[in-house]
């Protein structure tokens, strides 16, 4: 049958754990909220995540047929649905599939378009905010995942009323049935790391940027290595063989050799990923998944704040102040004081004070949102 209730469409399948975790929360918030279980991702079947739900993907996997394939595939759902990510922020070229369902729309087609747990914006021109503008105003319906993007779409008098809902990642201890154990005493702690490349994909930005973040996090892991026993766990959250974080985990490793480490290697099941880190016991992070799953597993994190998304959601969550790194504008020697106060202390770290609101937020992607 290749009618679908729902076609949903993301950065899905380019082996990022943050993105295969979008899958994961549809496909699993799909069934239980909306009763619909015949849904699409638009990816290579091959290269979507394990999901506790099983997923479709493409139809067929011959080479330069995507396009033929999503024109079929939008004229024969119910839904098409953005879920999860930094999605709505340029322009959109002709052939993208949220352009031809509107474009359906428009022509008198009942598609419905909305998106869950998505961000809006930054936007690099007037003319992108411009398209922004008017996408967000002919779609159906729209849950964004940060304060930010709802102050924003807020304030455009859209014909319906958008959610301010949060990362569908929060929802994953629900998913996988995850309780928080004791904080057990370890002589050799754990602390995972997870670092991605970001000014040097773009030459419009300011690779010296990079540079920084990459040294104070390098000198970081020195002197938390000479400070204590620790196993230093390196994630490759994005295992993408161009874009993807092991070429910059490798380099790390080699300028810092850790007396103790391990890779973990990019995995298509998000739950086993999610499981490792939430026996770390402490997360420093670059890539935002990284940090969001080691705060819904109540780990004691710090976030490089690259991305205005990284910013927007610790400031969401409640994050305190004193353990921010900002875009790498902090003190090293003051960081592996702090750190190790925390793995070794039983009231060195407070929670975010708003984790448990925003797990309720995070339902609101389904549960404010009738199909």
Known sequence: ML?????????????????DA???VCSWGAKKYWQKSNLRFLAKKENLPNTIIPVKGDLFNFPRTSRFQRQFLIRRTDYLI????????????????KNQALQLKRKGSKIKIGGIGVSVGPFKSIEDEKA???????IDFLAVRDQFSYDYVSSLDLPYKPINAFDLAALLPEIY??????????SRKTIGISVCPYESLNSKLDINNEFKRNRLIKELIKKLDKSGDY????????????????KLT???????????YLISHYSKNTQEVWESIAKCDFVISTRLHAAIFACFARIPFMLNEYHRKCTDFLNTVGYKDQYRLFDSNYNVNEKVEQISN???????????????????????????ITL
């Open 132 to 138: 922004v503008v008017d996408y967000l105003k002919n």
């Open 82 to 97: 953005s879920g999860g990510g930094s999605t709505i922020h340029s322009k959109m070229k002709a052939d993208n599939i």
């Open 3 to 19: 009618h679908s209730d729902i076609l949903f469409t993301g950065f899905y399948g380019y082996k990022n754990t943050g993105d």
């Open 342 to 368: 925390i793995l070794y202390s039983s009231d060195g770290y407070i929670v975010p004070d708003k984790v448990e609101e925003m797990e309720r937020l995070a339902k609101l992607n389904f549960t404010a």
């Open 177 to 186: 049935n995850y309780r928080k154990k004791n904080k057990e005493y370890k």
């Open 22 to 24: 979008f899958v994961e």
């Open 231 to 246: 196993l230093f766990k390196f994630y490759i959250i994005n295992g993408h063989e161009r874009i993807g974080d092991l």
């Open 250 to 260: 490798l380099e790390t490793i080699d300028e810092t050799s850790p007396r103790n």
